[in-house]
Nanobody
Framework: QVQLVESGGGLVQAGGSLRLSCVASGSIFSINGMGWYRQAPGKQRELVAA??????NYADSVKVRFTISRDNAKNTVFLQMNSLKPEDTAVYYC???????????????WGQGTQVTVSS
């Protein structure tokens, strides 16, 4: 069983910063990629940032302001969010492509989501 647990969400004023963390635990053989999606009320879930062994990828709306990083030894991914704007308000979901012990390929796993609210 694999589990992703996020932390670090909250309420912040516009221009402020937050750091999200997501830890993967369980029967893990390897993690091929990790990242963050977000979903605002009435909108579709969208990719915010992703990180693999090949590099990083960001949504245009967060480039320069957000930074994704990863601690492979701790199966953890971080999202440093600076210069936050009210339009960044959403539930942020961690995801990972994980190969479990005894499995032949990776599967997608999702965290439960953490609320980020940016006030104007």
């Amino acid at each position: 069983q694999v589990q992703l647990v996020e932390s670090g969400g909250g309420l912040v004023q516009a221009g402020g910063s937050l750091r999200l963390s997501c830890v993967a635990s369980g029967s893990i053989f390897s993690i091929n990629g990790m990242g963050w999606y977000r979903q605002a009320p009435g909108k579709q879930r969208e990719l915010v940032a992703a990180i693999t062994s090949s590099g990083t990828n960001y949504a245009d709306s967060v480039k320069v302001r957000f930074t994704i990083s990863r601690d492979n030894a701790k199966n953890t991914v971080f999202l440093q969010m600076n210069s936050l704007k009210p339009e960044d308000t959403a539930v942020y979901y961690c995801y990972a492509i994980i190969v479990g012990r005894g499995q032949l390929r990776g599967y997608d796993y999702w965290g439960q989501g953490t609320q980020v609210t940016v006030s104007s």
